[in-house]
């Protein structure tokens, strides 16, 4: 019974450590019409929480988790005077595993799009 144990406990901490606890992913983008420096665009989705967060140039702009019923979310916030959009969308891969992706649009237009 001891053995089963610790090889259930093996495997549990390799499924952890494999899938990980967030993953981040970053794009630049530069609102239409704008002449300033291109923005960094940052999203972070915690797989142990579920919270998505999106920053612009270090500025946290959105921060929320879909539900656990739902399969997608829609959030809003604002930087520099510009409307920001976030929409979240949960995914299972052929194995079962949990994804997320994230289309985050600025004044309605399509500014990073993140797949973890």
């Avoid at 989705?45 to 539900?67: L, Y």
Wanted: charged share 15%; net charge positive.
């Amino acid at each position: 019974m001891k053995k089963l144990i610790v090889v259930f406990v093996s495997i549990a901490v390799l499924f952890f450590l494999f899938n990980g606890c967030s993953a981040s992913s970053s794009s630049s983008y530069r609102p239409a019409g704008s002449t300033s420096a291109a923005w960094q665009i940052n999203g972070n989705w915690n797989k142990t929480t579920g919270v998505v967060t999106i920053t612009i140039n270090g500025t946290e702009v959105i921060k929320s988790a879909v539900g656990a019923f739902s399969s997608s979310k829609t959030l809003e916030g604002t930087h520099d005077g510009h409307k920001v959009t976030a929409v979240l969308t949960k995914t299972t891969s052929l194995l079962g595993q949990s994804g997320m992706v994230c289309m985050v649009m600025v004044d309605g237009e399509i500014a990073a799009k993140f797949e973890w």
